[in-house]
């Protein structure tokens, strides 16, 4: 079955830099596109980044542009985030997501790892 799991995640301070890991496995990693969406206490989902599915076309939500850098490395099944220069709004739970195929296109989201947890405070 499909699986994704997330790993990390932790406590940082701000300026500091952490990277992400999704590792992905019971389907053809290098063909979808994927993304990293992150949720914060108290709000909802919000969209970081995403990337194709060769890895050379990435996009970001303009709060982490500059900052973050989504990656994928295909003969591993894993998909990336740097994050660096980190602030303390950037405290969330942060997941690893599919786009879903219809028809062989992109559509949706349709799997999610569990999250890793990202805080960064003082």
């Known amino acids: 079955q499909v699986q994704l799991v997330e790993s990390g995640g932790g406590l940082v301070h701000p300026g500091g830099s952490l990277r992400l890991s999704c590792r992905a496995s019971g389907f053809t990693f290098s063909t979808y596109y994927m993304n990293w969406v992150r949720q914060a206490p108290g709000k909802g989902l919000e969209w970081v980044s995403d990337?194709?599915?060769?890895?050379?076309?990435?996009y970001y939500t303009d709060s982490v542009k500059g900052r973050f850098t989504i990656s994928r490395d295909n003969a591993n099944n894993t998909l990336y985030l740097q994050m660096n220069s980190l602030k303390p709004e950037d405290t969330a739970l942060y997941y690893c997501?599919?786009?879903?195929?219809?028809?062989?296109?992109?559509?949706?989201?349709?799997?999610w790892g569990q999250g890793t947890q990202v805080t960064v405070s003082s």
């Open positions: 990337i194709n599915k060769g890895g050379d076309s990435t």
């Open positions: 997501a599919r786009i879903g195929l219809v028809n062989g296109r992109p559509l949706s989201f349709d799997y």
